[in-house]
């Protein structure tokens, strides 16, 4: 099994290749090690030490570092967790638990004006934001302020207030006139 690794704009992430399918569909966040609990892939990374943050997209898998530590002392270590779990033949998410599909529910008045921001992030943004190893979902929308979730390299990445501001306010202004602004929201 031969893993590639990616740069990410976030330099506490990294994003892992793993060259097979990670999640059918959809993204699974753990932002912590107890998140992992139905997870033995992300229980296995938070594993190797200096772990903060494990991503699932449907073909990668992006690990966030804490800032102490550089990523020659723990890359080795996140690589052998991918493939030892590979090898093991164990589920890469419990039966139990399954992926999150993205975007928060909204109904109500804005219902219509909701559904063309969803699509716009479905179409334009998160296929871009995934190439980054990272995910970026709907969470609401009031009088104007658009809400999103980032997560993955996403979070916490320096480059992703301008992100958010310069790209998908622009882009979400442009297309939907009711909307005036675009906001990050805490997990």
């Known amino acids: 099994m031969f893993i590639q690794t990616e740069s990410t704009p976030n330099p506490a992430t990294l994003k892992f290749l793993p060259g097979q399918n990670v999640l059918e569909a959809g993204t699974a966040d753990f932002p912590s090690a ?3 609990e139905h997870s033995p892939l ?20 992006t690990v ?17 967790a991918i493939m030892e779990h590979y090898q093991s033949g164990q589920p890469v998410m419990a039966a139990d638990h399954a992926p999150a599909t993205g975007h928060a529910e909204h109904t109500g008045e804005d219902a219509e004006i909701v559904g063309q921001i969803k699509e716009l992030l479905d179409t334009r943004v998160r296929p871009a934001v995934a190439q980054d190893g990272g995910d970026i979902t709907f969470h609401g ?6 809400y999103l979730h980032m997560q993955g390299a996403c ?19 442009h297309y939907i006139p009711e909307v005036v602004e675009v906001r990050p929201v805490a997990a």
């Open 155 to 173: 979070a916490g990445c320096p480059s992703s207030t301008l992100t958010l501001k310069m790209g998908i306010e622009n882009l979400l202004r």
């Open 141 to 146: 929308f009031d009088r104007g302020v658009v």
């Open 34 to 36: 107890e998140a992992a």
């Open 42 to 61: 992300a229980k296995r990374i938070f594993g190797t030490g200096s772990v903060e943050g494990v991503f699932f997209g449907t073909d990668f898998v």
């Open 64 to 80: 966030t570092k804490s800032d102490d530590v550089e990523w020659d002392h723990i890359k080795p270590g996140i690589l052998g």
